[in-house]
């Protein structure tokens, strides 16, 4: 039974609200979050956030407008997201 314990606990450490709030703007940007350069949880909230607060992206370019995305790290992300 400590096996089943020990693997209940590690899911129950995985699966909080905020990685799993990561875990849907992975799947919504289509690729997972930490894969994309200069994402992280603080970045990922911002865009979520912002998400939020206008109704969606119509454009990729329109990710320039999270704070905390700049001209070099739309650079970065240009080709990696769709929207």
């Known amino acids: 039974m400590t096996i089943?314990?020990?693997?209940?606990?590690?899911?129950?450490?995985?699966?909080?609200?905020?990685?799993?709030?990561?875990?849907?703007?992975?799947?919504?940007?289509?690729?997972?979050v930490g894969v994309l350069?200069?994402?992280g949880p603080g970045l990922a909230q911002r865009i979520v956030d912002h998400r939020e607060s206008v109704g969606g992206f119509g454009s990729v370019e329109e990710l320039a407008d999270v704070p905390g995305i700049g001209e070099v790290r739309m650079a970065e992300l240009r080709e990696l997201v769709r929207v």
Not at 4 to 18: C, I, M, R, W
Not at 24 to 32: C, E, I, K, Q, R
């Open 37 to 39: 350069p200069g994402i």
């Open 4 to 32: 089943f314990s020990d693997l209940l606990g590690g899911f129950a450490t995985v699966f909080t609200p905020t990685n799993l709030l990561l875990a849907a703007f992975g799947v919504t940007l289509g690729t997972l």
